[in-house]
């Protein structure tokens, strides 16, 4: 999940370009960062430990200018976080120097040949061996490409990865097998990234490398080459992306901003979709007959997508009233997935770059379904490999953990749910105006939960201490508990699990003691009164409980330590507002535990590697 930029080309805007491109790609991972150049015929690298700005600063204190440089942000697979592990990595003689994003499965392997052949190794990375691998076949073959050419075939894994090498600082070499890499040229300025975000300040004709390509720039030229170094004729093509600046401006982080910014998100979201009564996707319109033809929805995602994907499960079968099946990307790729002809299979991830979702995308579409993509990046390799879709529209999430992302993961599938719906004559048309309207309200409903946040902090300062929580919720409400459960734990360190409510006398009230607060989704639905019974159980056991209520249930109030009313809804689309507090909780939690909640410990936004 590491992010790579590289660059060849004017030496006055090297370590610009890098150090930009990798604080775009700092999503990516953020346990280390490096940079490597060629300078007076030598290699030398600066890495860190630590954030971007970190290495940038000991970078620009050396003073090297140089026309040909490799950068890495990384989130560390092989090796912990630390300054020795941090890439670009030289190879064992010093000649090549690499950046590489990905896994190599078989480095055991390699390195016991390499052992054999006489090398040491000073890291803990794959990414070593990889190198030095490189290194020998080059040696052993006496040809630059072919010695590279047959390395890459050996490899087994999944690598994105720039090489440069010592003796040749005009030559740079670029490789893809899984991990995703963008190539940009403009004029003799050549900019290779793992995606286009660092390359389009410069240049918005992009090629994306596929599967089993070598990118060779040599002087002023390049070649892409499959591993057999054939050629392979590839154009350039305008790359519909903006590079939007985000600012945190008045909020002490990314997260908080992004929480706040829903009510316009789901805006956006809406924004050409919902008009005159009508809901309008352009993104699936030529994929509307076989989607309500269709008699089996599959939706694919991790972990915050695949709550996504359990809200709308509950709508779907409602509804559309076709059998409906949430698959975690991460299973599904490795199963052995039945799926027929006409299954529309619809895969959801925030950034489009998702490892497992995009190999399960390649699966479903491999076996013949109609893959429809949910992702808020434009021109991300989901966007690029789906059939059609629907763009997020949400705007940049720079937090780790998805807030703005996934309401609107939710409105989009509701608006697809709703939609379908009424196309197949399963609600009314006076029902289909009634969920517009309950639709076009969230936005508004959302801004009165924010004015709940003082509220929500004192609330928080009962349970931030804790060391354990469950989540509780009944019906479309299960998915926003484990949401819940997922917020605290990811950003706050405590541990918290969610559960169907029912499913609390199976074995979880075993934990229910006056030291674990349970927070429970009660708003009005047709689970209410089984879910009052679930509230009483936990409070006679002396939990702390918290509830999300809502005016309509607003008695509930009686058996509970601490609550939170939150506007009324349609219970279809209560999800979308109950998930506003629970994100709010986890914030104070996490701040008031000293925890960074924009970038918390072992996590990164886009998991690009399995």
């Known amino acids: 999940m590491c992010g790579i930029v590289a660059f060849k080309g004017n030496n006055n805007n090297t370590s610009k370009v890098i150090f930009n491109g990798l604080k775009l790609l700092e999503y990516r991972g953020y346990d280390s960062c490096g940079i490597g150049v060629i300078d007076n015929n030598e290699i030398k690298t600066f890495k ?11 970078f620009n204190e050396s003073n090297i200018k140089s026309s040909i440089a490799i950068g890495h942000t990384r989130w560390a697979t092989h090796g912990e976080p630390n300054d020795i592990n941090s890439h670009p990595i030289k190879s064992f003689n010093g000649e090549f120097a690499i950046v ?15 052992i ?28 630059l490409d072919k010695g590279i050419s047959y390395a890459l075939s050996k490899l087994e894994g999944a690598f994105g990865i720039v090489l440069i090498k010592k003796s040749n600082p005009k030559i740079m070499y670029a490789a893809r097998k899984g991990s995703p890499l963008a190539f940009g040229k403009k004029g003799n300025d050549f900019f290779i990234a793992s995606d286009a975000t660092p390359i389009i300040e410069y240049t ?99 972990g915050t997508s695949w709550h996504a994907g359990l809200v709308a499960e509950y709508f779907y079968e409602k509804y559309i009233k076709v059998p409906v099946e949430v698959e975690y990307a991460s299973e599904f790729r490795y199963r052995f997935p039945i799926i027929n002809k006409g299954d529309v299979v619809i895969v959801i991830s925030q950034s489009g770059e998702t490892a497992d979702t995009l190999e399960a995308t390649r699966i479903a579409k ?52 709703v939609k379908a719906a009424y196309l ?22 959302i801004n009165k939960v924010l004015e709940l946040n003082s509220e929500i902090k004192k609330i928080s300062k009962k349970i931030y201490k804790k060391n354990h929580s469950l989540f509780m919720g009944r019906g479309n409400n299960f998915p926003v508990a484990l949401e819940g459960a997922l917020k605290l734990k990811e950003i706050s360190y405590i541990h918290a699990e969610g559960y169907p409510a029912a499913e609390m006398k199976h074995g979880p009230i075993a934990l229910i003691d006056k030291e674990m607060p349970v927070i429970v989704i009660c708003t009005k639905s047709d689970e209410y009164d089984k879910m009052i019974g679930n509230i009483r159980e936990v409070g006679s056991r002396n939990a702390i409980v918290i509830g999300i209520i809502d005016k309509e249930n607003k008695h509930v109030k009686d058996y509970l330590d601490f609550s939170i009313m939150v506007p009324s809804t349609s219970k279809d689309f209560s999800p979308i507002i109950n998930q ?10 996490a701040i008031l535990r000293g925890c960074d909640v924009d970038k918390p410990r072992n996590l990164a936004k886009s998991v690009t590697v399995e």
Do not use: W
């Open 580 to 589: 506003i507090p629970l994100q709010l909780l986890a914030y104070h939690c």
């Open 48 to 58: 860190y430990k630590g954030r971007v700005r970190k290495t940038e600063k000991r």
């Open 116 to 143: 054999e052949k006489g090398y040491e190794f000073f890291t803990e990375t794959d990414t070593e061996v990889l190198i030095n691998f490189i290194e020998l076949c080059v040696s052993e073959s006496n040809d």
């Open 366 to 417: 491999k076996k013949g379904a109609i893959v429809l993509g949910i992702v808020n990046v434009v021109g991300s390799s989901i966007a690029r490999l789906t059939e059609e879709g629907c763009y997020l529209h949400a705007g940049p999430e720079i937090g780790v953990a998805s807030t703005k992302a996934f309401t609107s993961q939710l409105m989009v599938l509701l608006m697809i749910g």
């Open 204 to 302: 918005k004709k992009i090629i994306y490398l596929d599967n089993g390509q070598l990118l060779k720039i040599r002087n002023k030229n390049f070649q892409i080459l499959d591993f057999n170094l054939n050629r392979i004729s590839k154009k350039f093509k305008d790359v519909d992306v903006e590079l939007e600046k985000v600012e945190l401006g008045d909020y002490e982080s990314y997260m908080l901003k992004e929480i706040m910014e829903q009510p316009e998100s789901l805006k956006q979201t809406i924004l050409g979709r919902i008009k005159d009564d009508n809901i309008t996707l352009g993104g699936i319109q030529d994929y509307g007959k076989p989607l309500l033809e269709t008699k089996r929805i599959i939706i694919i995602g991790c």
């Open 424 to 445: 197949k004559k399963n609600i009314t048309q006076k029902k289909f105006h009634n969920m517009i309207s309950h639709l076009k309200k969230i936005p508004s409903q």
């Open 100 to 114: 590489h994003n990905g896994i190599i499965e078989n480095y055991r392997e390699l390195k016991k040949v390499l």
